[in-house]
């Protein structure tokens, strides 16, 4: 099989998409060549003034884009439903949710809701999200879902008793490790969900391997100098850039390869680099008894109950 590029993006002229965090980074260009090709994208972000920046430089790099911008704050429970609120009040159709925004080790803090800060934003809030726009999903014939996971998985644990930190040491790693074990768990399990229910509908995972986008700009590591030319030297040696890295995503969100409970990312070494393919996950993120107490637990906290 040839490798897959961004030419093999189909004509989506007519096709509604949702990018989370499409104002920067893998958002920023899957949002991009989403509206190059002729979709209405929506660059769903926590602020308003960067993703008009972003809209414009949409429409600049390909004119007649179709682009709009609606405020979202992830990791806030009344924003996220206040959105899709909103959205729904506008459109009729939504082809492909990207749960793309995230955080990355941050010190120790919690969202307005009390949830360890990673948690809530890469998996919480998207999971509310993702639920409270089911409904117009659900009447779009072949819509699609498409998370933005992680290599991290592959270290991360559910601490079902603690997921927020409030009783044990707080290490950063272990936090997203965490978030992003339960963001491909939820991939997987939003999939066997529409399954069973009968819905016409995708759930798909990808992961850009190491992208050099400027998520490190607001963890530990890239607050000192010396953090900072760590980070520019893995880029350099083992990274691609962030278009590149949008590459598993756009595919997940567009080709005719991709299928439900897919997960997708770069094919080079460690799957750091390189064009996409499918990809394997740690047995954790396929444990369907695990997977299904996550989700209980992700309902609970979030007051936000779907696909039972």
Sequence with gaps: MSAWTFDQIPDLQGRHAVVT???SGLGYWTALHLARRGAHVVLACRSRARADEAAERIVTASAGAHVGVMELDVADLDSVKAFAAHYAEQHHQLHVLCNNAGLALPPLSHT???FEAQFGTNFLGHFALTGHLLPILRATPGARVVHTASIAHRFGRIDFDD???RSRPYRDMAAYGQSKLA???FAFELQRRLTRA????????AHPGYAATNISASNKLGSTRVGQAMVRLGDRLLGQTAEAGARPILLAATSMQARGGDYWGPRGLM???GAPRRVGSTRAARDEAAAARLWTMAENLTDVRYLS
């Design 21 to 23: 965090g499409a104002n």
């Design 112 to 114: 307005r809701h009390g």
């Design 163 to 165: 997921p927020h930190f």
């Design 183 to 185: 963001n491909l768990m």
């Design 198 to 205: 009968g819905i016409d509908a995708l759930s798909i995972a």
């Design 271 to 273: 799957e750091m680099r």
